[in-house]
């Protein structure tokens, strides 16, 4: 099941990570690249995990 706010986070990750590649290979720069990486990866997660909580209301809603 896809929704858009799952695909946005989805191509905002790919952006994230060529971001860090750029940072990290052209700029030399390494702690700042992994803070970005980090935390601009982390919000496929936070979207599947406000999904998953909603389908567990849905579900506890109906039984």
Do not use: C, H
């Amino acid at each position: 099941m896809n929704s858009p706010v799952r695909d946005k986070s989805f191509r905002f990750a790919l952006r994230i990570v060529k971001l860090y590649r750029y940072l990290k290979e052209e700029k030399k720069e390494y702690v700042l690249s992994k803070q970005v990486l980090r935390s601009g990866t982390a919000i496929g997660a936070l979207v599947r995990e406000s999904q998953y909580a909603e389908t567990i209301v849905r579900t506890d809603l109906w039984s």
